[in-house]
């Protein structure tokens, strides 16, 4: 919710401002992560992997510092033009910040993917430490064998031990990254928690409630777009959002039977975005049927991913 301004704290002292970018495999727990950083929920969580499509920035400040960390789409093997925009995307976020935090599902271990990050890193000159989410699941033995062969394999300045799900060790993480972050003016304002604009946030809320209703349905096929965002008279948000979708089979799945799931995923979604902009909001839904949005650049600029060949 960024205006494009910068602040400076008051009093002695100079300010200080650093990226963080969170880089993983998908399911790894950034989104979460970034949540516990920020003490807010500025990004979207679901038991389904890949969720996060684009850059996400969590804003932290605290004192003369401030943090910015990045929620990046988890890295996989890339198959689709969609997929090869996600995993750029990461790759790009890793390469632009002060700081990477390699966060790793310390229940699934070294597998493929981190074989593919670990390799990745070596081009990342900035510092790196390494994060071992869902710590709580994982006998200490596995998790310093785990740590160990992580370490041989990149130079990372120092090993996270956290349950980003319950908070326990993101605040040792956070004050590492703030001991790090260069001097400068902050990039946002005292107040703001993210720089996605109050339209996007309101779009992620509503896909967040679409994929944990129907996830198994619809797997990747469906994105949502706020069409219009007004603020009235009396201060509410009226908020109308389009549900795109691939496919008619699809469009049934989403609007369910006598239009019970989307009045569902709307009470949801709304529910959340009145706590988060401590407003009334309006919130209407519509469901369309657009086959390929997938390969259309201008859902990618909506998205804030490049447009790749």
Not at 229 to 258: M, P, W
Not at 268 to 291: D, G, I, N, Y
Request: a negative charge; charged letters at 25%; one cysteine or more.
């Amino acid at each position: 919710m960024d205006d494009g301004s910068m602040t400076e704290a008051s009093g002695a002292g100079p300010t200080r401002c650093g990226f963080v970018a969170l880089l993983g495999a998908p399911n790894a727990g950034k989104s979460t992560l970034l949540n516990a950083l920020v003490g807010a929920k500025v990004s979207i969580v679901t038991h389904k992997a890949q969720t996060t499509r684009a850059q996400v920035r969590g804003v932290l400040t605290t004192g003369r510092d401030q943090l910015v960390f990045i929620d990046t789409p988890g890295v996989f093997q890339p198959k689709r033009r969609l997929d090869r925009a996600m995993v750029n995307s990461a790759w790009t976020g890793a390469g632009d910040a002060d700081m990477v935090a390699l966060i790793v599902d310390a229940q699934k271990g070294l597998t493929p993917e981190i074989e593919v990050l670990v390799n990745g890193l070596d081009v990342i000159r900035q510092p790196k430490v390494l994060v071992l989410n869902k710590i709580d699941r994982v006998r200490r033995e596995t998790l310093l064998e785990l740590s160990s062969k992580l370490n041989e394999k990149v130079r990372f300045e120092t090993t996270f031990m956290i349950s980003a799900l319950n908070g326990d060790g993101a605040q040792h993480v956070v004050n590492w990254c703030a001991a790090q972050a260069p001097e400068g003016e902050w990039h946002f304002p005292e107040e703001h928690l993210t720089d996605l604009t109050l339209a996007l946030t309101a779009s992620e809320v509503t896909r967040e409630k679409l994929f944990i209703r129907i996830h198994d349905e619809i797997p990747y096929q469906a994105t949502v777009e706020t069409e219009a965002f007004e603020v009235q008279a009396n201060g509410s948000y009226k908020i109308n959002q389009v549900i795109y979708v691939t496919r008619d089979t699809h469009k049934k799945i989403v609007l369910g039977a006598k239009g019970q799931t989307i009045k569902t995923i709307g009470a949801e979604a709304r529910a959340e975005m009145m706590e988060l902009f401590e407003v009334p909001v309006h919130l209407f839904l519509f469901v369309k049927v657009r086959a390929n949005w997938a390969d259309d650049p201008e859902r990618y600029r909506e998205m804030g991913l490049d447009w790749t060949k």
